[in-house]
Nanobody, 118 residues
């Protein structure tokens, strides 16, 4: 069984910063990509950023230049540094990872709320 546990969400004023963390635990033999998705009220869940096992990254256009994704493979942890936050970044942020236990599986965290006030 694999668990993804997120932390770091909260309330911040526009222009501020937050850092999200997500640690994977369990019977893990390998992790492929790790990423962050978000879902705002009334909207579909969207990919925010993803990092491969080799360190390649991609971002949704709306966050390019403001958000940075990184990972610590030794700790099975992925981070999302969010700077210059805007009210439209308000959403529940979900961690996602493709993990090998005895097979490859797609796993999700429970979500952490980020609220940006104007």
């Amino acid at each position: 069984q694999v668990q993804l546990v997120e932390s770091g969400g909260g309330l911040v004023q526009a222009g501020g910063s937050l850092r999200l963390s997500c640690a994977a635990s369990g019977s893990i033999f390998g992790i492929d990509h790790m990423g962050w998705y978000r879902q705002a009220p009334g909207k579909q869940r969207e990919l925010v950023a993803r990092v491969t096992s080799g360190g390649d990254t991609n971002y949704v256009d709306a966050v390019k230049g403001r958000f940075t994704i990184s990972r610590d493979n030794a700790k099975n942890t992925v981070y999302l540094q969010m700077n210059s936050l805007k009210p439209e970044d308000t959403a529940v942020y979900y961690c996602n990872a493709k993990v090998y236990t005895s097979y490859w599986g797609n796993y999700w965290g429970q979500g952490t709320l980020v609220t940006v006030s104007s």
